[in-house]
């Protein structure tokens, strides 16, 4: 594959973003019908998603390889919305890690993350676009995670059958050998899919 070019497109988060912007704007979609939850700020702690942030798995590997990233004036400038992601990403990491049936309901779960894609910072959105390392990694992350946790019902929505390890592989193939590192959990997580 040439690294110079974009073998993938997450058309998602610029959609769902669209979208709640186009909801918002008309006030009786914005209060009540189907794209409610888009315009409203994600309420996890309804949906039985704990508000754990773990301390040891993908997240807390995650942080560690931030943490250890040399003082690159780029990277610097961007810490905070690659915290505020992988942080508002860390109750869905966690539950990952759960082992049993006390899960959510599948639809709750893929609400969320739809919820998640469509209120993700406009600044990380511009940082997938300009094919940010640290940024794809984080989009990596996501679709591992949201593969991972709604493995078993995927086959209900035909759109999303191949996507997770699909955007995990384009993203690893395009970051290269240099981020094999950052992109070891997610690789893992979808080849488990």
């Given amino acids: ?17 669209g979208i709640r912007s186009i909801v918002a704007s008309h006030h009786r979609a914005a209060h009540s019908g ?12 309804r949906r039985s998603i704990p508000r754990i942030v773990p301390s040891t798995g993908p ?25 505020e992601c992988v942080e508002s990403l860390a109750p869905f990491l966690s539950l990952v890690e759960e082992q049993d049936d006390t899960r959510t309901e599948a639809l709750e779960l893929l609400l ?6 469509a209120f993700c910072p406009a600044k990380f959105v511009a940082l997938v676009n300009t094919h940010d390392p640290i940024a794809l990694v984080l989009l990596a992350y996501f679709y591992a995670t949201a593969g991972s946790v709604l493995s078993e019902s995927k086959s209900r ?26 992109m070891d959990w997610p690789r893992a997580a979808v080849q488990k899919l």
């Avoid at 996507?163 to 995990?168: F, G, L, R």
């Fill in 34 to 45: 189907v794209f409610k939850s888009l315009v409203t700020p994600p309420r996890l702690t």
């Fill in 1 to 17: 594959m040439d690294p110079l070019t974009t073998p993938f497109q997450d058309s998602s988060l610029a959609f769902l973003r």
């Fill in 112 to 117: 969320c993350f739809l919820e998640w894609q």
């Fill in 157 to 182: 929505w035909w759109w999303w059958q191949s996507k997770p390890s699909y955007m995990v592989q384009a993203i690893d193939e395009y970051l290269g050998s240099a981020w094999t590192v950052w």
């Fill in 59 to 83: 997240f807390a590997h995650f942080i560690n390889l931030l943490n250890g990233l040399p003082p690159i004036p780029h990277f610097l400038e961007n810490r905070e919305v690659y915290e």
